[in-house]
């Protein structure tokens, strides 16, 4: 009995010393750029979050057996909140100098129709400025989703990173349009 005991202690704390797998990080990947971007300008970008969507969660929905519940994956995570990588990638395009733009960023998840179908989603509202005179020129609701390739952490990302790009070519579209 006694070496039962010995045994079976020894058995759980090998297993409390295993080393526990540690969660990839992901962003939007290398953005090809055929010239290097040169802003003419300043631009000043904010983007805020509920406070759902200010951690590093990669977020997906079933909506098939729990619609309510948003949940995060755990063996991957963004390399950042959302809300600063959106921010990152808008700076970096160098499409918005001479901008002020303040963003609600709402929804930034993946959504499953079925187990092996999903969609990502992003849900932006845009309020854009006068940088000089800072006033508000318009205001824009921005909603887009795109299929995933796969259904699972790897597909979010790569859907992100391709929806992510087309809405800032929508965003700059649009404001080509106000001025």
């Keep these: ?33 055929s010239s290097p971007v040169k802003l003419v300008g300043k631009s000043d970008i904010s983007v ?18 729990s619609p309510t519940q948003l949940r995060c994956y755990n063996l991957d995570k963004w390399i950042a909140p959302p809300a600063e990588l959106f921010r990152q990638q808008l700076l970096a395009s160098g499409k918005f100098p001479n901008q002020r733009l ?5 929804d930034f998840e993946q959504q499953f129709d079925t187990p092996k179908q999903a969609r990502v989603v992003l849900h932006f509202i845009v309020d854009a400025y006068d940088l000089d005179a800072n006033r508000l ?15 699972d952490a790897d597909g979010a990302v790569t859907s992100f990173a391709r929806l992510t790009q087309q809405a800032i070519n929508q965003l700059q579209q649009w404001l080509l349009t106000t001025h």
């Design 102 to 106: 303040q963003i609600q960023l709402l």
């Design 137 to 151: 020129i318009a205001t824009q609701d921005f909603r887009l989703e795109q299929r995933t390739a796969t259904a």
């Design 1 to 33: 009995m006694k070496r039962l005991v010995i045994v079976y202690l020894m058995l759980l704390t090998a297993c409390s010393l295993t080393p526990k797998q540690q969660p990839a990080l992901h962003d939007f990947g290398v953005q090809a750029v």
């Design 48 to 65: 805020d979050t509920p406070p759902w969507l200010s951690d590093d969660c990669i977020h997906y929905r079933l909506l098939t057996s």
